[in-house]
């Protein structure tokens, strides 16, 4: 039969999931979900009754460790008694027959105690072999019509032994599509070719289930666009199949609840589900993942008014889902009139009268920065935000913060950031709010006695502060992190640091382990880098911690004089007097001994004597001093500056280095940019940061290696072999991290397993070889603000967070085809994808939106469907991101309450729904 509307559709969906979708689950994974461990015998018979499974904090059996992929699933029916193990064991990677996955089947369905009783030994007829354990079971799936008589008795299984056959891929696809009582779905679509390379080699009766599962979302195929239909299912793959086919089973488990959590305290965790509340105790067994990922979270990650799934039994939780991470709450913001206290009632006002609003005894007052306060200490004409929750139909008050009014009070906290143009500090308070205060010209900052500048008080300190009238009046330190001093460097020992201050006066400082040192120019600096004298000694400014000692050796200053460039005239290997013509064509003796730093060409540390054969006449040199004593001496390899301009005529370029000498060189052989090829210096743009290397007679330039920082976009991420591919315009790039700095946008080390494909990353380079690798932070939301005046621009993303974002960098806004960079071009409530370029460039990229009327949701392949345009209107059918935010106004719906007309704005990221705003 020839397919059309929506079967269509499927088909294309089946082949863009094959063909674009990476694979669903490691370990040569075929399906999206299965189901459990098999016992035989009397363990077996246990099973069937079992608890909920009491998980331990290394997960429910011992052979299933902390991070396996399929460690999720495997706790989650173990926890709902659908699967047990065999001696405290899982055995994932052993093969499933047919009969242990039938009764898997049939207690997924909970239909397993139907089987009991009475014999069946003639029920299946001679030569078919089932062990005697599993035949009511077998027998109760033909009844069920989970199995297909006329396909499993064919002659052909009556061969071998049916029962313990190897179960494969092909065959549990049809047995879960018939568990799931999809066989009507797999009917439709059992002419249709799968897509996949080795579709000859899936069974005929087996195709329309496999299609089946792929419009489901329920099964993906192997890497090479394989489905391997003979290939055999193991116990964890079958355990991952069963579970996440739950989404499409209407059986309801009765240890298994869904609701809001309401509280989250004290080992315990309280569930609301629409009638009742339920509390769960919580133990270091119970396992904590989110819908839409297979790592486990910790509890700490579990927030009130969010929606989860809770399994358990006598009140205790042996498994905790996430499934909608956003706060089912509302914030109402406002201008406080009065409460009353025995009436359990406050009320806002605003120009159209006094809303009303009702408290009880839990509900929570705090101010700004989320201290409790007494009801009665509000003052009339404060701003006040109230959180009322979504999910009762109660909207009961939460909490009522006040945001802005008079503030007197002492307290205790960290300080947070301190703003010296504005005068103001942010604190951290006792209970891990910020709140940001001003501080009066008499406010006194001290710390054991001693008074302190405002720019002396350093962030994380511990502080207690008083507020008057909203101002600071006082911050005392009482437990500082760290402070900075300043002053000239005249001796340095192992143990201490002495220093002359400002004044004129001695400092001594002790040192502290594993102290770290700052030179500029230095990548690696060590304590043999300072200089230490009691006239010529480095300025530096010393970094104290919080019990005085120095954790940092910053130079800040030098007076040390420095030759670059200067030709060898002599050197006299008896008294290490070395004669050099300087820049100014004056001639220049300097000594050196064991303590000058010596670098050669190849950039390795030679000895003194063995430096004396390249101090030949006319070498090119570069010396630091101090009066006559060589504090460091050089061989020149290679000049570092940037291209300040090109003369095609000459072939010659100029080069100013970061001291301020111009240079010109010829035109080097080799032009090296990251990702380019086939350059020439013309290719090298005026202002470029480059380093053009020497040959070893320093008399020719053998190339000129450019310094980029680009951003490209990730084509894959091979972790295991420590490489990963970008996109470029000439085609994807190699990079070989392992030595390579990688790091987020604050600046912390990450993982390469931490990046996946499609993400952003700046790549620093110098010529073709990478420096460091920096991941790019994408925000995606609704735009709050355009401050054009300013150059500014807020996005609120879908967890509700706030980000500004400057225009330092200037702004790339990028809607459909067109790029402008005017933010006049943009309006507050459109949505966007924002990301910094390796320039600084704010890039803005509008989504998609189209205005619809919804028409259903087909829950088996996460799709929408809308009403046409026109008659001839084919994109109306359009699939869910996995954490779509679908809402009217303030108040998160779930896509089930959409009803047939309703007006919806339907906004897109990369062809996925990832927002719905009902009208």
Known sequence: MKLSGNNKHNTTSREYTKKTLSVLLAAGLVFGGAGAVFADGASAVAASTAAPVSLTATGAFSDVKTGFWAEKHIYKLAAQGIIVGNNGKFRPGDPVTQQE?????????????????????????????????????????????????????????????????????????????????????????????????????????????????????????????????????????????????????????????????????????????????????????????????????????????????????????????????????????????????????????????????????????????????AASSISEDSLVTITRETFTGQNKVLKVQVTSGIVNKTASGTLGSLDLTAKTITFKNASGAEETFKWSDSALFSYQKAILSPSELKAGSAVNYTIKNNLIASVEVTQAIERTVQGMLTELTDASVVYKKADGTRGVQLLAPSASIVIPGYEKPAAADLIADSVYGDTVELTLNGSDQVTKITVVNRRMEQQFGASVAS???????????????????????????????????????????????????????????????????????????????????????????????????????????????????????????????????????????????????????????????????????????????AGQTIKLGDLKAGDYVNVSALGSSPLSIQSVKLTTGQVTAINAAAGSLSVKDYSGAVQTFGAGGGFKIIRDNAVSSALGSLSVSERAEVRKDADGTVIVRILPVQSRSFSSYDAASGRIVVKRDTIDDENYRFILAPNVYIHQGDTSLSVQSLKENDKITVYFNNNFVIEIAKQ
Do not use: C
């Open 571 to 745: 050197f006299n290997a008896k008294t290490n007097l070395l004669t050099v013509m300087g820049s100014d064509n004056q001639a220049h003796v300097y000594q050196l001994d064991a303590n000058t730093k010596l670098t050669n060409a190849s950039g390795s540390v030679p000895t003194l004597s063995s430096m004396a054969g390249m101090l030949t006449e006319n070498r090119k040199v570069n010396i630091s001093s101090l009066g006559q004593r060589a504090l460091s001496l050089e061989i020149v390899s290679k000049y570092e500056g940037t291209l300040a301009s090109v003369n095609t005529s000459t072939q010659m370029f100029a080069l100013k280095t970061a001291d301020g000498r111009s240079l010109s060189l010829p035109y080097p052989p080799v032009i090296e940019i990251f990702g380019r090829t086939g350059l020439t210096i013309n290719d090298v743009p005026a202002g470029s940061v480059v380093t053009a290397f020497l040959s070893a007679s320093q008399d020719v330039l053998t190339s000129l290696k450019v310094k980029t920082s680009q951003q490209f976009q990730l084509a894959y991420v091979d972790a295991a072999n420590n490489k990963l591919g970008v996109k470029a315009a000439a085609g994807n790039l190699d990079i070989y991290t392992l030595g390579l700095p990688l790091t987020d946008e």
């Open 101 to 373: 996955a039938v009764l898997m089947a049939l207690r997924f369905m909970k239909l397993e105690n139907k089987a009991a009783g009475s014999s069946v030994a003639t029920a299946l007829p001679t030569g078919f072999d089932v062990s005697n354990y599993y035949k009511p079971y077998v027998v109760l799936a033909f009844q069920q019509n989970v199995l297909d008589k006329a396909t499993e008795m064919a002659a052909d299984n009556l061969k071998t032994s049916w029962g313990t056959h190897k179960a494969t891929r092909e065959w549990i696809a049809k047995l879960l599509i018939r568990a799931i009582g999809k066989t009507s779905d797999a009917q439709s679509v059992a002419s249709e070719p799968s897509g996949f390379a080795d579709d000859a080699k899936i069974s005929a009766d087996k195709r329309g289930y496999i299609n089946a599962a792929i419009d489901l979302g329920l099964t993906n195929g192997l890497s090479g666009n394989i489905f391997n239909p003979q290939g055999e299912v193991t116990r964890a793959q079958l355990a991952t199949f069963f579970s996440r086919a739950e989404a499409q089973s209407p059986v309801v488990y009765d240890n298994t609840a869904s609701g809001i959590v309401t509280e989250v305290k004290d080992g315990k965790i309280t569930l609301y589900s629409g009638a009742a509340s339920t509390v769960y105790s919580l133990s270091s067994g119970t396992a904590y993942f989110t819908s839409t990922a297979d790592t486990a979270i910790s509890l700490n990650e579990i927030k009130p008014y969010t929606k989860v799934t809770v399994i358990g039994k006598n009140g205790a939780a042996s498994y905790v889902e996430l499934t909608d991470p956003k706060p089912q709450v509302e914030t109402i913001q406002g201008t406080f009139a009065r409460l009353s206290p025995s009436a359990n009632k406050l009320w806002l006002k605003n120009a159209d009268g006094y809303p009303e609003y009702a408290f009880d005894s839990g509900t929570a007052f705090v101010d700004a920065g989320g201290s409790a306060i």
